[in-house]
Nanobody, 120 residues
């Protein structure tokens, strides 16, 4: 399964963006789908995830209250609504699926990221 992230762009601080993560195959049933980001010179970090079946979200403390993750199962798409954006949110955002490998759950199916730039 390939995941494609889109929706990034340039926005002023305090603005909003909505990211999309679409799966390439109709048969898509991960344990969860997550968003991660990587800022220049920094390691990739977890942003948010949502379980596919139950729709239970979880967030990094840095985005809690500002970002909302949701999913549309018929469309095999996950969204990340980002409000009150800050310059510190500038990064390439990636989505990935969390799947059972037979021995453990792992993040995989990383797609190409989408760049979010927040100007001050």
């Amino acid at each position: 399964v390939q995941l494609q992230a889109s929706g990034g762009g340039l926005v002023q601080a305090g603005g909003s963006l909505r990211l999309h993560c679409a799966a390439s195959e109709r048969t898509f049933s991960p344990y969860a789908v997550g968003w991660f980001r990587q800022a220049p010179g920094k390691e990739r970090e977890f942003v948010a995830q949502i379980t596919w079946t139950g729709g239970i979200p979880s967030y990094a403390n840095s985005v809690k209250g500002r970002f909302t993750i949701s999913r549309d199962k018929p469309k095999n798409t996950v969204y990340l609504q980002m409000n009150s954006l800050e310059p510190e949110d500038t990064a390439v955002y990636y989505c990935a699926s969390n799947d059972w490998t037979g021995t453990r759950y792992e993040w995989n199916s990383w797609g190409h990221g989408t760049l979010v730039t927040v100007s001050s």
